[in-house]
Nanobody
Framework: QFQLVESGGGLVQPGGSLRLFCSAS????????VGWFRQAPGKEREGVSC????????FYKDSVEGRFTISADNPKNLVYLEMNSLRPEDTAVYYC?????????????????WGQGTQVTVSS
């Protein structure tokens, strides 16, 4: 229940692109707000982006605004994070969570637990 699986990470050169996938099992994602988080080595986990339950509102951390896009594919029960113009400082393990509200780009009132995440490495 409330199991989310992240995928799509990898190694990419600076300026490159990746699309991350957040898939749900046991529940329907469009009943919840969904947030993406990341944790870089030696740093605390931080919010990156959040999409409202309706999908009509999206929010981004300042450093990714204009480069990342969060979107929902309700028929497939997926949430995506499209990442363009990647920078070395975007290197981190990326996680998704389902919850009840976006307070800006951070998802609050989260359900379930952290998953395994997906590693994104931006390096030449």
């Amino acid at each position: 229940q409330f199991q989310l699986v992240e995928s799509g990470g990898g190694l990419v050169q600076p300026g490159g692109s990746l699309r991350l996938f957040c898939s749900a099992s046991g529940f329907t994602l469009d009943h919840y707000a969904v947030g993406w988080f990341r944790q870089a080595p030696g740093k605390e986990r931080e919010g990156v982006s959040c999409i409202s339950r309706s999908g009509s509102l999206t929010f981004y951390k300042d450093s990714v605004e204009g480069r990342f896009t969060i979107s929902a594919d309700n028929p497939k029960n997926l949430v995506y994070l499209e990442m363009n113009s990647l920078r070395p400082e975007d290197t981190a393990v990326y996680y998704c969570r389902a919850g009840h509200r976006c307070a800006g780009f951070v998802l609050y009132d989260r359900e379930g637990d952290w998953g395994q995440g997906t590693q994104v490495t931006v390096s030449s």
